[in-house]
């Protein structure tokens, strides 16, 4: 039976290491894999292609889309032309508002827009009152209301024990901030960006036992660059996708040693350098979490050996004399 290039492909970051290990076994020259340049393009295309249909796509893919992208978790060589444009314009307002841009150089029609919105927000304020609202899934809500919606500072307790800190606005339960607090039930918290009620932008989350990630959020997952250290146990730095350590990164463990190089599902997968405590070094290929491919291993005496992997099975081992 022909193997399933394409499948496997799918499935795995990195083919580096399955060409290596066939080399290995068969004793043949494989046929040669993809550059990395080429598959961070081919990448970027469908990434592209991705967020282009997301535009076209419900209301809560095209507002995800944009919190995504003005949290800058999508480079702009991946942004279709409507989207770059929208950031371009929600950046500069930001500006404006936050005073970053002389006011005689903010455009006429952006004056106009934020001397509405301060009125608004002047005519809200005075009028808003200190309320405690009741809601039917059980849900309560303390704080600021304005015209019988929660609108300022205030706080929200869900049926289930956990709640929210920050800002509200218009009734909208932690739209999208910078200031929102939130606390689980289970002991667990999250300060940083909120969007339609998810974890989304910037953000920190804080476990129970003392764990702690610190870097980008997608709908509630780590997902994007971020630094994660889990109490004694390692500290990782790099990118995520959907929960797990999934592109470059770094990893400590707390006993002394380290990996950096390619990750795929949590695990070391494609090319890195893992280095032992005692000064060892293997360089090479990985394929969940094992040496698996051709490398290169230096004992902390400076012996240099070449090497061959399958599933940490050492294959061949030839001492090497060159650098």
């Known amino acids: 039976m022909d193997f399933n290039w394409n499948a496997w492909y799918e499935k795995n970051m990195s083919i580096e290491s399955w060409y290596a290990y066939i080399e290995a076994k068969n004793n043949r020259r494989p046929l040669s894999p993809e550059t990395e340049e080429e598959i961070k393009e081919k990448k970027r295309k469908e990434n592209f292609k991705r967020n282009n249909e997301k535009l076209k796509g419900s ?60 009125q608004e927000k002047r005519e809200r304020e005075e009028q808003r009152i200190q309320s405690k609202l009741t809601y039917s899934d059980g849900s309560v809500y303390e704080g600021f209301v304005y015209n019988g919606k929660p609108d300022g500072k205030g706080k929200i307790t869900w049926a289930n024990g956990d ?45 129970k036992n003392g764990s702690i990630y610190e870097g980008d959020f997608v709908k509630d997952d780590f997902h994007g660059k971020g630094k994660y250290k889990r109490v004694n146990e390692s500290l990782y730095e790099g990118e995520f996708v959907k929960d797990k350590e999934n592109g470059k990164g770094r990893i400590v463990f707390a006993s002394g040693d380290s990996y950096t190089g390619d990750f795929y599902n949590g695990k070391f997968h494609g090319k890195g350098i893992y280095k032992y405590k005692n000064g060892n070094v293997y360089e090479g290929y990985f394929a969940n979490n094992n040496f698996h491919g051709k490398g290169i291993f230096i004992q902390a005496n400076g012996k240099k050996y070449n090497v061959i992997y399958s599933n940490d099975e050492l294959i061949s081992k030839k001492r090497s004399f060159f650098l």
């Open 59 to 118: 209301y809560e893919e095209r507002l995800m889309l944009r919190y995504s992208a003005l949290a800058g978790l999508i480079p702009s060589d991946e942004m279709p032309e409507k989207l770059r444009i929208y950031v371009e314009k929600m950046r500069l307002e930001i500006k404006a508002r936050s005073g970053k841009i002389p006011w005689n150089e903010v455009p006429e029609y952006l004056q106009k827009k934020i001397e509405k919105e301060r």
């Open 163 to 207: 709640f929210c800190e920050g800002e509200f606005k218009d009734g909208k339960r932690c739209f999208y901030s910078e200031k929102v607090k939130v606390t689980f039930s289970n002991g667990d918290s999250y300060t940083g960006c909120f969007s339609d009620g998810k974890m989304h932008g910037k953000g920190i989350y804080k476990h």
